[in-house]
């Protein structure tokens, strides 16, 4: 009765790991997918995790994290023309996953709140004229930063080497 019940509990032990592993990677794969393509959100973490990622695939994340107010156009502007980047190192051969609207615009705000927004020193109409026809950009750059769900929940953190870090 013993044995059978041990054995129960290792078949039923073995059943959810195996299952757990094998529908696991999919399901994790799928949501990621989704959230590229703005079906499902991505959280602050995940947010600044994708962050990270890919904006280090051509140059060090140095050069975002010591962009200032000073350097130049706020980081709506500055990521927009990293699009025309990815697209001209593609042209040149090289293999650089493109961002959808969803990732840029995951990624405008994780830098924004993290190392600082300044379009409110730049006049609406250049930043949109330089966001061109970047139609998700745009609608960012229309909704008032504190309604940006990912740059209002990081607003008060900075990443470490960042400007921001250094004035604080
Ligand atoms: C296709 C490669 C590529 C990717 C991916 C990329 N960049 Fe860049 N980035 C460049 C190039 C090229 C320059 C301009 C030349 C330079 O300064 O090295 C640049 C320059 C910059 C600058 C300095 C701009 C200035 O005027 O001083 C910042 C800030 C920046 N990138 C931020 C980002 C951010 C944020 C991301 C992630 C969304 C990103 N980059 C992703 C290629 C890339």
């Known amino acids: 009765m013993k044995k059978t019940a041990i054995l129960v509990g290792v078949v039923f032990f073995l059943t959810v790991t195996v299952s757990g592993a094998w ?15 703005g079906y499902l959100d991505y ?9 990270y990622e890919r904006c280090a695939t051509c140059h060090d994340v140095e050069k975002v994290l010591l962009y200032c107010s000073r350097c ?12 025309k980047y990815i697209d001209l190192a593609n042209l ?4 650089v996953t493109p961002l959808t609207d969803a990732e840029i615009v995951a990624i405008t705000q994780v830098w924004n709140g993290l190392i600082g ?26 909704t008032p930063p504190e ?8 607003a008060g953190k ?11």
């Not at 990677?25 to 590229?36: R, V």
């Not at 959280?43 to 962050?51: K, V």
């Not at 040149?92 to 293999?95: A, E, L, Q, S, V």
């Open 23 to 37: 529908l696991f990677s999919p399901l994790d794969q799928l949501a990621q997918t989704a959230k590229a393509q």
């Open 158 to 168: 900075f990443a470490p080497g960042s400007y921001k870090e250094q004035i604080q």
């Open 43 to 51: 959280t602050p973490d995940e947010a600044i995790t994708l962050a």
């Open 147 to 154: 309604e940006r769900r990912i740059e209002v929940a990081l």
């Open 117 to 142: 927004n300044w379009e409110s020193d730049w006049r609406v109409q250049d930043m949109t004229k330089l966001l061109g026809n970047d139609q998700a950009l745009i609608e960012l750059l229309n």
């Open 92 to 95: 040149d051969g090289n293999h």
């Open 72 to 83: 130049g156009p706020p980081f709506i502007v500055t990521i927009h023309f990293m699009k």
